[in-house]
């Protein structure tokens, strides 16, 4: 009896010590004082000129569709697809919808928002992520803590400056309506966002899907090293998100995602000031429901852009 009631007090102790610790993790992760102003490591040069090409791919009744390219930062060209929808009156609402890891602007789940943003009369702009799609040059692992872990994050700070780019060319079109732009990020393109929309004042309503913060945790036991927060501090959304509101921030995320642990996703929207909402999904990262996830962002712009 005695040695029963030892066992339940060690069990009970070490629990304890197992949530302090835990709790510790959390707090002391969360930590992203920055040692390098990361603020303005996005900085560039708006004067440099777009260079930007372009040409129509398909017109309908309903829409028309063009094929665009424009130059960005470190001379780096960038190819998108801007759809118009024809039964809107002009200056459109737009919005920039971007892929996940490894997919590219026409991949089949952004095609899909891609058309119903479009029946709901927004203009909507997507561009391929740093070497992705028409951009593909290299073919390595990303991976942020691997041997090309400079490559890859390399890949994460070219495509914040593209879209701030993305808004450049916006500005140069009279058929859109540059002060009511919109940001949609899916995966990837949701942690990318996350610091482009931070960054770049000019996104009006900035939505992130499936996506999260707190990137030196994917170090596991290195994660709470000055090391690892150092390498990722430019790329981290949590040194980002504050600088998004006042304007109004929606995440959309899966409760049961095995590639955006939930944590992340929670210490992000935890990080982001008010207004600001989450919604969660019976899902998995690449099972949710995209009627639903798109559907939930179409009304938060229609309430907001």
């Known amino acids: 009896m005695k040695s029963y009631s030892k066992k339940r007090i060690y069990w009970f102790l070490g629990s304890i010590a197992l949530l302090l610790l835990l709790a510790f993790t959390i707090i002391y992760a969360s930590d992203t004082s920055e040692t390098f102003p990361v603020s303005e490591y996005y900085a560039y040069d708006k004067a440099i000129p777009l260079k930007d090409s372009i040409k129509i791919i398909e017109d309908t009744t309903d829409h028309i569709l063009y094929h665009v390219s424009y130059n960005s930062v470190h001379d780096k060209k960038v190819t998108g697809l801007l759809s118009l929808p024809k039964n809107s009156s002009t200056p459109l609402p737009v919005i920039i919808l971007m892929h996940g890891l490894g997919d590219n602007k026409n991949v089949d789940y952004v095609s899909y928002g891609n058309d119903l943003l479009l029946k709901n009369g927004y203009a909507v702009f997507r561009i391929d992520f740093s070497n992705h799609g028409e951009r593909k040059k290299d073919v390595y692992d990303f991976n942020l803590t691997g041997k090309y872990k400079h490559w890859s994050r390399d890949i994460i700070s070219q495509t914040v400056f593209d879209l701030r780019r993305a808004v450049d060319f916006i500005e140069t079109r009279e058929e859109l309506d540059a002060r009511r732009i919109g940001y949609y990020g899916i995966s990837l393109g949701g942690i990318t966002g996350t610091i482009f929309c931070g960054i770049d004042n000019r996104i009006k309503v900035p ?99």
């Open 207 to 305: 939505i992130v899907a499936l996506a999260g913060g707190q990137l030196n945790l994917l170090y596991e036991k290195e994660a709470l090293t000055e090391k690892a927060k150092d390498f990722v501090s430019t790329i981290e959304p949590l040194n980002f998100v504050k600088q998004i509101a006042p304007r109004p921030f929606l995440m959309l995320n899966a409760q049961n995602d095995e590639i955006v642990p939930p944590l992340m996703s929670k210490l992000l929207f935890s990080a982001a000031e008010e207004p600001k909402e989450i919604i969660w999904y019976d899902a998995k990262h690449r099972d949710a429901p995209l009627d639903i996830i798109y559907g939930d962002g179409l009304n938060w712009f229609k309430k907001y852009l």
